[in-house]
């Protein structure tokens, strides 16, 4: 998948128009498909599927189904836009984008636009006496039929959606959602298991000053894709040494430093570096998974600011934290230096470790929840149970954070009693054990 070609995705799965659209579509053709049998269907009295009134009962139905959706469409924005709202407000804006990625209320929207879409086109079917070369005039009967069929679903739509929404603005489900989410990014950026002497790759940038600084020349924003596969098949055409200087997630201004490169540059496609890196205006969690622990800390520490002092809704994004890091700490994170089949080195691609997935995971929630016995309990509890599975050449920054929970717990604690409580290990931060 070509960088451009994974953006369009991207773009398209946060999309809430693109659900809406496809159920108008599939009504549309729902809606010429159901006339054309009816042109061709025996209109007989004993069929329960046909619709029994004459062109005015018709119109009404049909009339009434249309405007009736309306209404429901327009509160199923309403509803949408006061829960993005509220979702900011009391968790974090960079939430937003999972509710607007959620396909139920996408699909909701959809039904009762692509109903409205199905009546009006029914509409135009019905004819009246003077209109029709019969005295009785013309009803398609299984169409308007189907409109009562689809009206019946909207009603029970509407009802799914309101339980959807009231369950979808709790806390637990949108860090469960935020997890998940990271979880695929995951495992497609860390497939891969290590052994317990595996070492941790180290970026070595060459001392030499670079040959040729490759600038950014397109509008500023957040590096959110990188084909690492392009880039070192351009550095290995062109027998240099490439660099990539941002880190996914970093902010690239126009005209900031892109890629550094040693070697003869003569033969190097500029354009085809480019290319191979995509720029957007906020973070994914296409390939940035630290993106994923950055969403969980900010509703940690919204939780845990004076406005809204809820340790409670912390210690839950410190249960998904957790989660993430234990699956994280027998993976084998991807080396930054890439060689190529002969064994030169072509690309150098930083990227963080464990040790920076670690300090992002705790480093804040320890700072600002000092003073919660809730929190520096969770938090210890998440160090020792990591110390216990980590590997030996990942236990450093475990022990590190440790101590500095320790000094932590010192400063805000005075009290030895006090500090003795927030010293002992807890899953829920609080109780006996």
């Not at 998948?1 to 108008?24: D, H, I, K, Q």
């Not at 209109?131 to 009785?136: D, I, L, M, P, S």
Request: glycine share 6%; with cysteine.
């Amino acid at each position: 998948m070509t960088p451009r070609f994974a953006r369009l995705t991207e773009r398209l799965n946060m999309s809430y128009w693109l659900v809406p659209a496809l159920c108008v579509v599939g009504t549309i053709g729902l809606s010429y498909l159901a006339q054309a049998i009816d042109s061709r269907l025996e209109q007989t009295e004993h069929a329960w599927y046909l619709f029994r009134g004459g062109p005015e009962g018709a119109r009404s139905v049909l009339t009434a189904v249309a405007s009736s959706m309306m209404t429901f469409a327009g509160l199923v924005f309403s509803v949408t836009i006061l829960v993005l709202q509220q979702a900011s407000n009391q968790f974090s804006p960079r939430v937003m984008r999972t509710f607007l990625g959620d396909r139920r209320s996408q699909l909701a929207l959809g039904i009762f636009v692509g109903t409205f879409v199905y009546a009006l086109l029914t509409l135009r079917g019905v004819r009246g006496a003077t209109e029709w070369r019969g005295n009785e005039g013309y009803v398609p009967s299984l169409s308007v039929w189907l409109a009562v069929v689809l009206a019946l679903l909207c009603v029970a739509t509407f009802i799914y959606f309101i339980h959807h929404v009231a369950q979808s603005i709790r806390a637990v489900v949108i860090l469960e959602r935020i997890r998940q989410e990271t979880c695929r990014t995951l495992e497609r950026m860390y497939p891969e298991g290590i052994g317990q002497d595996a070492e941790e790759g180290r970026l070595e940038r060459p001392v030499a000053p670079a040959s040729l600084l490759v600038p950014h020349d397109g509008p500023s924003g957040v590096l959110v894709v990188i084909d690492e596969s392009r880039l070192l098949a351009c550095a290995r055409e062109a027998d240099v040494l490439l660099a990539l200087l941002p880190m996914m997630g970093d902010f690239i201004p126009h005209g900031g430093p892109l890629f550094e490169v040693w070697g003869d540059a003569a033969k190097l496609d500029v354009k085809a570096l480019t290319e191979a890196v995509v720029v957007g205006p906020e973070r994914t969690l296409q390939q940035d998974t630290a993106f994923g622990f950055r969403q969980l800390v900010d509703v940690a520490e919204r939780a845990l600011s004076p406005g809204i002092n809820d340790p409670t809704t912390a210690v839950q994004a410190i249960d998904q934290l957790h989660d993430l890091l234990r699956r994280m700490v027998h993976r084998r994170f991807p080396a930054p230096s890439r060689k190529d089949e002969e064994g030169a080195l072509r690309l150098l691609c930083p990227r963080p470790d464990w040790s920076a997935y670690l300090r992002l995971a705790i480093d804040e929630l320890r700072q600002y929840g000092e003073r919660s016995v809730q929190v520096v309990r969770r938090l210890r509890f998440l160090l020792e149970d990591l110390l216990r599975v980590a590997p030996p050449f990942r236990r450093a920054e475990l022990e590190r954070q440790l101590s500095l929970l320790d000094a932590s717990i010192e400063r805000a604690f005075p009290d030895a009693r006090e500090a003795a409580m927030a010293r002992r290990a807890s899953p829920q931060g609080s109780g006996p054990s």
